[in-house]
């Protein structure tokens, strides 16, 4: 999950593993909620998003899971490839439709 | 489309001097915005813009400047380089204005800039 500081959370896996990435938000205001992935060197690329109506989404191997509740999100990777290494990104709204605040990150280390 | 370029990729300036981070996108997005990320954290919001003409304040927004004369450039602005300046920049766009499940930010390449 995410945290404070200078170290970024780090998530192993071995190649064709399930990944499970999560993120605590803390804005109860925020209704909009967004997962990204960044390479090395490149700009933020928009995964999945989901909207607070919802507690559940799914895309091609990624599943997104929302728990309103205990303010909890987390990202789902089915069969995780070499390619999905990077740092995931979660933001949130805060009820805004004009800003999203992002979380600090977790980086993904997929081993082959 | 090119997307969401941004120019130049790499700077370095010395304290005191001033500098203009370019960003453009062909997608004819209404919003575009800039955001700051620094080594261990998430991006943060520095300023945004709804439309030509109208911009406003994002969590981070002391030591620059933007403006909005284009639906196209979004330029952000540094009056006087501090090393608390020291950063990469991205800059973003969607459409349409609000948040919608279907909408997509997207961000450019990023421009990583060091202040002596």
């Known amino acids: 999950g995410e945290s404070v500081g200078l170290h970024l959370p780090t998530l192993s896996v071995q190649e064709g593993d399930n990944s499970i990435i999560n993120c605590a938000y803390s804005?109860?205001?925020?209704?909009?909620f967004i997962w990204y992935k960044q390479e090395s060197g490149k700009g933020p690329q928009f995964i999945i998003d989901?909207?607070?109506?919802?507690d559940k989404r799914q895309g091609q191997r990624v599943t997104v899971l929302l728990n309103k509740t205990v303010k909890h999100l987390s990202l789902q990777i089915a069969a995780t490839q070499p390619g999905d290494s990077a740092v995931y990104f979660c933001?949130?709204?805060?009820?805004?439709?004009?800003?999203?605040?992002f979380g600090k990150g977790t980086l993904l280390t997929v081993n082959p | 489309n090119a997307g969401v370029t941004q120019t130049p990729k790499f700077q370095v300036l010395k304290t005191g001097q001033s500098m203009t981070l370019q960003c453009a996108q062909d997608?004819?997005?209404?919003?575009m915005s800039w955001y700051r990320q620094d080594p261990g954290m998430g991006l943060r919001l520095i300023h945004y813009?709804?439309?030509?003409?109208?911009?406003d304040q994002g969590e981070v927004p002391n030591g620059y400047n933007v403006s909005r004369s284009t639906t196209e450039d979004f330029p952000l602005r540094l009056l006087s380089a501090a090393p608390s300046q020291t950063s990469v920049y991205f800059c973003?766009?969607?459409?349409?204005?609000?948040?919608?499940?279907?909408?997509?930010?997207?961000f450019g390449p990023g421009t990583r800039l060091t202040v002596l």
């Open positions: 989901i909207r607070s109506n919802m």
């Open positions: 997608m004819n997005h209404e919003y």
């Open positions: 973003a766009s969607r459409s349409p204005r609000g948040f919608h499940p279907t909408d997509t930010q997207y």
């Open positions: 933001a949130e709204n805060g009820g805004s439709n004009y800003k999203l605040t």
């Open positions: 804005n109860s205001a925020s209704d909009y």
């Open positions: 813009s709804v439309g030509a003409g109208i911009t």
